[in-house]
């Protein structure tokens, strides 16, 4: 029964220490590119531990520290890859052209195997457009992803 | 609609339902199936064992027997009753259980359906594969020396196709945040911690062990149907939020796994070799020779993947990236732009990389993160280009085994010896490199024996640990080298006093003729009770050189430890040369030479000694 008591006060605590405000720095669509350790909440405790943040339990609700917990967030009625928390991997693949962070926005928006080539390519020469500057949030790139596809004729039926 | 259907289904079931009871369900044996065994996980019980063990599951949530005494059948009688008395309630909170038992006809199908919670769940995660993942062990945090593995979740169809899209099921201790790792240690080693299965994206995974902790991931998919999967999900529900003591060696993340994909395989005996202690890369050998595993497929690190970039370069490219990183102005320098557009794309890369890299572990900062995006543009700049495939560098599974027993003979000043060394874990830099990380040594409860001519079998030496992390630095990366020992060691004095000593240090190492070379200044603290003053500490260093190799290496190395002046015994300089040569045999077995030189408070000594290791 003490064991129990202890879990819930661990669970409690670890919760209340990453608590963010819903959408701000780190977190679901107000992330920033490069923000470094600070952009990986979770890793504070896992990184001597292996241990859990309390929050992520099971991916089933959305997390109490206003970041999504099961790595996706609704975009337009869609659920979407956390593209904010894969901010770094995203803006890299995106520069390269290709690559798993790419290809997971790809599939998230429900772009067909055939048109993920156009959709990868389309994305990487509009590098500029998406990544304006570093400070760009994770909302601004998205609502960017969907002006690229509107105009792009193999992309567009995907987001019309 | 939903009421009424609940309605019916209980009007059927509670017709359908009692006529089990009489049906002759033999509890027994039941009961007795390795299925029920793995479902509760009951440890497997061994020859010498009497009485029934107890489940490894330390929370009462998990059963639904309330009899003080533990006992399979108590718990699977229980489980009947509450399906007869709450069938669709019960199935909820234990679908695995009511999945095994459905395939036993002795409850109706369909109930799984009317959990709406575990069925969206189910829906959410949508799972087609289950991979085994192996993070690579990490000398920096305690927890993490001997590796990690858990298990990653891939959705079915076009959602498979990308990790970042995977789930990771994680078996850890709950920790309270700030915990330093040391106390982390002691206490996950003693069980003061409760452990819980948790879930979270898999690119939180990969941004923790690839992108910050710079190991190497290995994930090797397992051979699962869709009833196994079904099954493996349908436990993992029932374990959710469930508390078992976390312990560091043997009921650990690994151990848990294990058990888990038990209860996929229920006639495969993962656990029982591990009973005691479970190393992350025994595990994953367990699973790979059960036949349950397909190829791996490695990911390498970020500071793999720089270095692959790197290693493209010659010496002014590379002084190019560290100016490129450093200001974007670089990017419109005359010596930047002589280059080619292909070299600029690879040189951009590689500074970027680097920023990366360097900049993983601070806080933001504007002027890094405009530098970042400098680079990026420039990169994109000149087209899509592929990712450089890095090579795949051996399998952990395929390393030697983790336990190792050395038997060998050896002269020191013309008296013979034969000496007998156990160590229950892990490597030593000069043991074959593949499969384990370069520059490492963990050791982990090592004793020596010793029988000499005309003489009895006496102690020699017992280490409890001893660890060493050579990290090469360069103009790129700035690592600490340090090394950890403690235990007790005989001396080579008159006395052949046995001393108990902790001692420690940190220095840098740098590579240097194809190997590394080293220095490790730190301190020495010694319990001698031959000495008048059994206690003192000295400053102490050792520099060495080491090539590690899959067949041969070597390592040639001295060190000298200064206790200080006067006469007592004990007092003064010791000073050694030693060098070793190890030659691999097999997978499992190396022949090791090992030649050694000590002057021990003006006393010297000289040793051969030639040892055959086995690994086990």
Redesign the interface.
Known sequence: MK??F??SA??A??SA?FAVAPGGPNCGWGN?????????P?????????????N?????TSGTNGCS???TLTYGGKKM??VG??M??F??D????????L??VA??LGV??EDRPAF??SL?NN??LL?P???VQADSVMASIVAIMKQDQRLAKYVS | MFVLRMTVLTLLLSASLPSYAQNSVDIGQLAATPMWRALLHIPRSTSFSINEPASYV??PRFFIDRNEIFSREGELSATLEAFQLNPISTACRFPARYLWLQSQNILPAGLLSECA?YM??RE??DVERVVLVLAASYLN????MYG?TFLRLDPAG??G?????S?AL?F??????G???ML?AYRGILGGY?G?????????K???YSR??NRDIWEYPLSMNAAQIDMLLAHTWEL??I?F?YYFFDEN?SFRLLELLEVAFPDLDLTSPFAHAAMPVDTVREVVESGIAEQPRYRASKRIELEAVLAELDAAQKAMVIRLATAESQLKHPDYLAYSADQRQLLATAA?RYL?YI??????S?A???R??AL??E??SY?????RQIEMPGRPDQGHPTSMLSLSGGSSEDRQYADMEWRISYHDALDSVAGYPEGATLMMGRLKLRWRDGDTLQLQGFDPIAIRSLAPRDAFFKPISWQVNAGLERLENIEESMVARVSGGAGASVNFLKGVAYGLPGLRLEHNDDAEDPWRIAAQINVGQLWQGNVWATELRASYIDFGGGDDIGRGVRQSAYLGINRVLSANQAMRLSLEYRKEFGLESTAAELAWRHYF
């Open positions: 064991k129990l202890i879990a661990v669970l605590c670890s220490s920033m590119l490069f923000a470094g350790q600070s952009g990986l979770s890793h504070l405790v896992a990184s001597i531990t292996n241990g859990t943040s309390g992520n339990t099971f991916g089933m917990a099961d790595g890859v956390n928390a894969i770094d991997e803006s890299e995106v520069a390269r052209g290709d690559g798993e962070a290809t997971a599939v998230s067909s195997a990868k390519e990487h590098f500029d990544f500057s570093a400070d | 330390d929370d919670e969206e769940w959410k995660i945090s305690p927890s993490s990690h076009e959602r196709e990308s990790a970042f899209l789930y994680n850890a201790a709950s920790i309270p945040p915990e330093n790792g982390y409760p819980l299965f948790s879930m979270q994206p898999y690119y939180e990969i941004q923790e910050l902790e959710r939020d508390n003591d993340c970027y990366r900049s993983n572990r601070e806080e933001r504007p890094q993160a405009n970042s995006l990026l543009r990169m994109q087209g899509p280009r592929a990712v």
